[in-house]
């Protein structure tokens, strides 16, 4: 069956330093990918998605970036973490998108 | 413009009332509909999902939702609340070729 990882759950991290958060998907082949953030009171923002390894799609401008090193791996980066990166990120998969997305469990990022 | 809208951002009801969360969409094809719970600091759960045939569709933990062409609702239906369906509920729309879009979400409290 398929399955999600995504880790760390929590991470409190300083202004400035740097941000790794990984996911990985078992069970499947060729997924898309999904990074989305969900800041305190607000809904679910598609940050990255990648159809493929290397391939990146950025909705949103900002500090973070996504790299896809192997088919079943997502990676969301930052060099310099911001206090409004602050917020829960999720990463989620699907097969051809129109099945559904499946969610990982979220990592719960503060910056401080 | 394409988007995804849930009146609603909190709803209060009580243990075995009934539950009707709305969810309204503006797209110019017709979409594939969905309805996602998420428990505090968890990741989203797929409840049910709507691609065609019969407009009332059976999810889990007792669930139901009626996809309205004519009215571009996608209501989520519950007869009879526990307390642990409290919990945030979106509603997502897809349609071929383009990424999903995720409503604002609604809060649901349950009072004993």
């Known amino acids: 069956s398929q399955t999600i990882h995504q880790w760390p759950a929590t991470l409190v991290q300083p202004v400035g330093s740097p941000l790794s958060l990984e996911c990985t998907v078992e069970g499947t082949s060729n997924p898309n990918l999904y990074w989305y953030r969900q800041a305190a009171g607000r809904g679910l923002q598609l940050l990255f998605y990648?159809?493929?390894?290397?391939?990146i799609s950025s909705e949103v401008p900002q500090n973070l970036s996504a790299s896809r090193p192997q088919d079943r791996q997502f990676i969301l980066s930052s060099k310099k973490l911001l206090l409004s990166d602050s917020g829960f990120y999720l990463c989620?998969?699907?097969?051809?998108?129109?099945?559904?997305?499946?969610f990982g469990s979220g990592t719960r990022l503060t910056v401080v | 413009a394409q988007s995804v809208t849930q009146p609603d951002i909190h709803i209060t009801v009580s243990e075995g009332a009934s539950l009707e969360l709305r969810c309204n969409y503006s797209y110019g094809a017709t979409p594939y509909l969905f309805w996602y719970v998420q428990s505090p600091g968890q990741g989203l759960q797929l409840l049910l999902k709507y691609f065609s045939g019969d407009t009332l569709v059976q999810g889990i933990k007792g669930f139901e939702a009626e996809f309205k062409r004519s009215q571009s609702s996608f209501n989520l239906r519950k007869p009879s609340v526990h307390w642990s369906d409290a919990a945030e509920y979106f509603c997502a729309v897809v349609v071929y070729g383009q990424n999903f879009v995720f409503g604002p979400g609604t809060r649901l409290s349950v009072l004993p």
């Open positions: 990648s159809v493929g390894i290397g391939q």
């Open positions: 989620a998969w699907s097969v051809g998108g129109l099945g559904g997305y499946t």
